[in-house]
């Protein structure tokens, strides 16, 4: 009688293979400077300072009303917002908190702000026409979308990635050959 397992079918060993994700964090509080250096960092730190010059572009305005209320709201909360987040990155509170899905609260902050700032932008273009102040805070408020919308678009490449905010998740892949267990032939 043939052995069942020495057919075509039925290798002699089979091969195992396990993939390990760990995610390697320090939870403790410290001061990293070098992440303003960083593309995050100084995407941060350019939409902080396109939110001061928008916000002082409108406080100048001649003409108040809706236009530099609104224009105020978007550049304030854009700034104060902005200014947490880089704290907290500064600090590696991001890292202390890694199981918050930080990328995805990043995106939809960051698209959600070039929406505004366009429409804001917008609003102070067609006003623009009667006071300068407010024709050169659409100009930065164009400017800070796009750079809103750039930082938007790499948080949800790095988002789909599977990538953390702060922090290491390290990979390891073993492969292990066995032999195939011998059955009784029937």
């Known amino acids: ?96 908190f890694y199981s918050v899905p930080w990328l995805l609260v990043e995106w939809i902050y960051c698209a959600l702000w070039a929406f505004f700032y366009f429409s804001a932008a917008t609003a102070a273009a067609v006003q623009g026409k009667y006071d300068s102040a407010l024709a050169a805070a659409a100009f930065f408020g164009y400017a800070a979308m796009l750079v809103y919308g750039f930082d938007a678009v790499l948080k949800c490449i790095a988002w789909r990635a599977g990538e953390l905010a702060q922090g290491e998740r390290i990979t390891k892949t073993a492969s292990t050959s066995s032999p195939s267990p011998r059955s009784p032939a029937y």
Not at 76 to 93: A, C, E, K, R
Request: charged share 10%; with cysteine.
């Open 1 to 96: 009688m043939m052995d069942v397992e020495s057919g075509p079918g039925f290798p002699a060993t089979h091969t195992t293979k396990t993939t390990t994700t760990s995610t390697s964090v320090i939870t403790s509080l410290r001061l990293d400077p070098s992440y303003v250096r960083g593309l995050p960092g100084t995407l941060k730190c350019a939409q902080m300072v396109l939110d001061l010059v928008g916000f002082i572009c409108v406080a100048v305005a001649v003409r108040p009303g809706s236009t530099v209320n609104w224009f105020s709201f978007v550049a304030m909360g854009g700034f104060w917002i902005t200014l947490v987040l880089l704290l907290f990155f500064l600090y590696h509170v991001i890292e202390k």
